[in-house]
T-cell receptor
Framework: DQQVKQNSPSLSVQEGRISILNCDYT??????FLWYKKYPAEGPTFLIS?????DKNEDGRFTVFLNKSAKHLSLHIVPSQPGDSAVYFC??????????FGKGTSLLVTP | DTEVTQTPKHLVMGMTNKKSLKCEQH?????MYWYKQKAKKPPELMFV???????INESVPSRFSPECPNSSLLNLHLHALQPEDSALYLC????????????FGQGTRLTVV
């Protein structure tokens, strides 16, 4: 049973505009959320995270928002760049330490 | 050095073969992980080692045998695999098992024929 869901398999955005990647989860015990970026033939690279006690975390062009009541988080990339084109995985952790991953959203940033 | 290095990058093996996947990190991390990722699926946790001891085994078949010889190395021994075991095998590490921020290697693309 998928506890972390990324309902958009793909997203296409023009360079310079905002990319918004969404993630929903079902387990209210998750206490930490992460976004990973993955290029073809490479392992996932940690991008940004947020603790369940916060609702926003910002790092340069990347901002993650957490809405605990809706069990929803989103990753905003502003401005989007062609090098951001990759698969983005949302992941969540509960006290059992294992990371639960979503299926990923493939982002394409076009010039 | 913020890298997790996995070897080999690609591996083709027969169902009767014995092979090993290797993973190395020199970040002083004390937790190391094996994940399996099939095409168009999220990574799935297989094993967790914490301070060189097996901490989590996610009901993985015994044809997969992990080994942690020291704090920097993690191996995955493979024997009598099935074609459906073909996947990308990812190694990851974190400071401690309780840290959610894990660093991943590039993975080994395994094909079982």
């Amino acid at each position: 049973d998928q506890q972390v869901k990324q309902n958009s398999p793909s997203l296409s955005v023009q360079e310079g505009r905002i990319s918004i990647l969404n993630c929903d989860y079902t387990n209210s015990m998750f206490d930490y959320f992460l976004w990973y970026k993955k290029y073809p033939a490479e392992g996932p690279t940690f991008l940004i995270s947020i603790s369940s006690i916060k609702d926003k975390n910002e790092d340069g062009r990347f901002t993650v928002f957490l809405n605990k009541s809706a069990k929803h988080l989103s990753l905003h990339i502003v401005p989007s760049q062609p090098g951001d084109s990759a698969v983005y995985f949302c992941a969540a952790r509960n006290s059992g330490y294992a990371l639960n991953f979503g299926k990923g959203t493939s982002l394409l940033v076009t010039p | 050095d913020t890298e997790v290095t996995q070897t080999p990058k690609h591996l083709v093996m027969g169902m009767t073969n014995k092979k090993s996947l290797k993973c190395e990190q020199h970040m002083g991390h004390r937790a190391m992980y094996w994940y399996k990722q099939k095409a168009k699926k999220p990574p799935e946790l297989m094993f967790v080692y914490s301070y060189e001891k097996l901490s989590i085994n996610e009901s993985v078949p015994s044809r997969f045998s992990p080994e942690c010889p020291n704090s920097s190395l993690l191996n995955l021994h493979l024997h009598a695999l099935q074609p459906e075991d073909s996947a990308l095998y990812l190694c990851a590490s974190s400071q401690r098992e309780s840290d959610a921020e894990a660093f991943f290697g590039q993975g080994t693309r395994l094909t079982v024929v």
